[in-house]
């Protein structure tokens, strides 16, 4: 994509709802193709010191990986290497018994890592590189009341004076998150097939702090190159690493359990029986304000279709798919949506002129058909890759808080692993896909030899999440396949042996 240029007069503007990190990468993305850009959030702006505090209460750190990194580089490089020098790589999972004894599960053979970063860091770096933009305008503190958008207009109340905004737009994005108030309105003019479910999980956000080298520095307590890992076979604690050597932990549990921690009595036992060795890290202190200051919160899934409206509207992110956080795919996902939706503007040569062909017909002339073609072109095509990706991150909810500690997983793991390392041809790495991933949204549409599903998901953004299932599926046939001839193999040999063996008697 072509550096940022100042627009022209009669350039369209698009209005983002949304300052979040999918609406800040989408802004200086239509920035960059000479959009006007105006970003509406209805929070205070988190680059304050009070916007701040409260972030931190209910923001489960970010594992961002290769799809998430591709989009920020395909639309900001130079931004996309700095936001790297913030995070830690993690090579693989910590897995932590009930006795305290570890387990290294290396997430790729060939060190591919994903990247553990602050949720609220990596927001602010993205709003100062938005407010850096000439033609991008950051107004906050706007709650969104209505939006005709036939009439194209944004009806806004700014929360300060108590005042009702008009906006004018050619252009909506909806990137407000879960609870989008952009994808309520778009339910009024579209025939929307809309699900949402709530898991009954929820989650609640500790803090272990950092401890002291020989030196009286401050020292990770933990590897810092480890997601790591507390399995109890219906609930999880995780804790990732921060740069300021602290961990950020995130207990998720059945809402039935944690409505047995009544007192504070309670969560210690609790701790100490399912939990020692963390307790022993978090302080025993820490983690009752932790749990007396910290919001319980929800863990909910969103799918619906479609995701436009003619050439007026599009939503993205959480907006359109909320999932649970179980892949480490919700953030990636919504970078992703913004990639895509790039390359489909560029093949439908969409421009930022208000410029119209003028057909003699007054409906079809205030529709900018190459912008309707792509927008639809993208509910289309990302509905299957959004619901692959959803229904993904719950199956992997029970493989991190169960299945990793059994011995059929470790053994199906070694054989995925094993199988992967006859047939492939050699590591792709994000940087060997060069800038094909800002031309088209994935290039690899039947990707070769045998690929472990996390690989394809995690490191492999030139392959959609819908291919990624699909592969994944018929491996997994023909490990059950082999499973069962082993079997019949096995009984066959055992019922030979017998034969044999009475023939003697």
């Known amino acids: 994509m072509s550096d940022n240029i100042t627009p022209l007069d009669n350039s369209r503007k698009v209005v983002i709802i949304g300052a979040g990190p999918v609406g800040c990468l989408a802004a200086i993305a239509f920035a960059k193709m000479k959009w006007e850009v105006e970003i509406y959030e209805m929070r205070p702006d988190l680059r304050l010191s009070s916007s701040k505090a409260a972030a931190q209460q209910r923001s489960i750190n970010l594992a961002i990986s290769s799809r998430g990194i591709a989009a920020l580089r395909a639309v900001d490089p130079s931004a996309a290497e700095r936001f790297l020098q913030t995070v830690i790589p993690m090579r693989g999972r910590m897995i932590h018994d009930r006795h305290g004894n570890l387990q290294s599960q290396l997430y790729d053979r060939d060190g591919q890592c994903i990247n553990s970063i602050d949720r609220a860091l990596l927001n602010v770096e993205l709003l100062e590189e938005a407010s850096a933009v000439p033609n991008i305008r950051l107004i906050f503190k706007h709650k969104v009341l209505s939006v005709d958008f036939d009439q194209r207009v944004l009806f806004l109340r700014d929360s300060d004076s108590g005042t009702d905004v008009r906006v004018n737009f050619d252009l909506c994005i909806g990137a407000d998150g879960s609870y989008s108030v952009i994808r309520r309105q778009l339910m009024r003019v579209v025939r929307m097939n809309f699900q949402q479910e709530y898991i009954p999980h929820e989650y609640i956000e500790l803090k272990m702090p950092a ?68 307790l022993s890290l978090l302080g025993e202190n820490k983690l009752l304000k932790d749990f007396e200051q910290n919001p319980r919160s929800p863990l909910i899934t ?109 053994m199906k793991k070694a054989l995925d692993h094993f199988l992967f390392s006859l047939t492939s041809r050699g590591p792709t790495f994000l940087s060997s896909l060069g800038d094909s991933l800002s031309r088209v949204a994935f290039p690899t549409t039947n990707p070769r030899g045998w690929l472990p599903l996390y690989t394809m998901v995690t490191f492999r953004p030139d392959i959609s999440y819908a291919t990624a299932r699909r592969k994944a599926t018929r491996q997994a046939n023909i490990l059950t396949t082999i499973a069962r001839l082993g079997t019949v193999g096995m009984c066959a040999t055992s019922f030979y042996l017998t034969w044999r063996a009475l023939r003697w008697l």
């Not at 020292?219 to 995780?238: E, G, T």
């Not at 309670?266 to 060795?277: A, K, S, T």
């Not at 969409?350 to 529709?367: A, F, K, L, Y």
């Not at 058909?369 to 509905?383: C, D, G, I, T």
């Open 211 to 278: 401890g002291h080298d020989e030196h009286g520095n401050p020292a990770f307590l933990l590897d810092p190159n480890h997601l790591h890992i507390w399995p109890r076979h219906s609930f999880m604690l995780i804790a990732l690493p921060n740069k300021d050597k602290t961990f950020t932990c995130t207990l998720f549990a059945p809402t039935v359990e944690f409505d047995r921690l009544i007192t504070r009595e309670d969560i210690l036992l609790w701790f100490q029986n399912h939990f020692p060795d963390a």
């Open 302 to 410: 969103t799918k619906l279709t479609p995701y436009h409206y003619k050439d007026r509207c599009v939503i993205l992110g959480d907006a359109a798919h909320s999932m649970v956080p179980f892949y480490g795919q919700g953030l990636n996902c919504g970078l992703e949506d913004v990639r895509v939706l790039l390359t489909l503007l560029q093949e439908e040569c969409v421009v930022p002129s208000r410029t119209m062909p003028n057909s003699g017909d007054p409906e079809s002339d205030s529709i900018d058909q190459r912008l309707f073609k792509a927008l639809s072109r993208y509910s289309a095509s990302r509905h299957e890759d959004v619901v692959a990706i959803c229904e993904l991150a719950m199956d992997n909810y029970i493989e991190m808080r169960h299945s990793v500690t059994t011995p059929a997983y470790i």
